[in-house]
């Protein structure tokens, strides 16, 4: 597959997902000038629902499209790869404790509810946020480290996934309209470079998607503060993450398989 086919691939996903999600999240936000679909009414949670979930959507129309998949049974098939080791499943445990952990011990967070209620929320939250990833995990990323390194790609992807979120801030009652966009793109950074190398280590989408959807679950348990723990979390993730990449990558290099430059 060429350069150019990549990056029109690329172009074609990020176009969908944009239009489907900016229009669905922007109707919301013009209804609610004149005081219509507020945040929480049916209406208005079809349409916040459908437009977060615009990166799983344009993935199936274009697999479809490329030829990738032939239908629905196949493309959840390919995405919910549920059969993945007990090393790559602690990966995305230490992975998640990692987030919540230094928060907790710079005392950052202001726990509403009992852990297990985090549980409890994960098939929730895979609806609401952990499907991204199908789009963001399991076509940007990839797509994207076609064609530049491992820590480009996953910039690239941090910087576009924060400016997807940016119509959030201008719905009332959203997580997002009450935090700073500066501290919410910090952390979408951190986790950005956790999801990457969960993808990477593992190939498994599945596996980011628990990821995400168990973030989401117990931010709301949580409730983390926008301080120097945002910044620190998202440091020690891009670090890890680099760590554990150049590790793999360092390993597989003897063979002479591996080209080192790719991730940096």
């Known amino acids: ?11 074609e996903f990020l176009l969908i997902t944009f239009f489907i999600t900016w229009i669905c999240w922007g109707a919301i936000i013009i209804a609610n000038q004149f005081g219509f679909l507020k945040y929480g009414t049916p209406l208005s949670m079809i349409l916040f629902i459908v437009g977060g979930n615009a990166p799983p959507i344009a993935t199936y129309i274009l697999q479809r499209k490329w030829g990738e998949t032939d239908g629905l049974k196949s493309y959840l098939k390919r995405h919910f790869n549920f059969k993945s080791s007990l090393k790559n499943y602690s990966l995305v445990l230490v992975l998640l404790i990692l987030h919540f952990l230094i928060p907790i011990l710079l005392s950052s967070t202001n726990r509403q509810m009992p852990i297990y209620y ?19 995990r399991g076509v940007l990323q990839p797509y994207l480290e076609k064609i530049t390194s491992f ?24 997580y997002q309209s009450g935090i700073s966009f500066l501290f919410f793109s ?31 679950s117990f931010l709301s348990i949580f409730m983390l503060d926008q301080n120097f723990s945002t910044i620190l979390t998202a440091l020690v993730e891009i670090v890890l993450a680099v760590v554990i990449i150049f590790s793999v990558v360092s390993f597989k290099s003897k063979s002479g398989n591996t080209n080192m430059e790719m991730i940096k």
């Not at 190398?197 to 995400?212: E, G, M």
């Open 1 to 11: 597959m060429t350069k150019n086919i990549i990056k029109s691939r690329i172009r």
């Open 151 to 174: 820590t480009k790609a996953t910039v690239v992807v941090a910087v576009v996934w924060s400016i997807w979120h940016l119509p959030l801030w201008f719905i009332a009652e959203t």
């Open 118 to 136: 985090g549980l409890m929320l994960i098939p929730i939250n895979i609806v609401g946020g952990g499907l991204e990833e199908i789009g963001w």
């Open 186 to 216: 910090i952390s979408v950074l951190g986790m950005t470079f956790s999801l990457a190398v969960i993808k990477k280590i593992t190939d498994n989408v599945f596996l980011c998607i628990l990821f995400h959807s168990s973030f989401n």
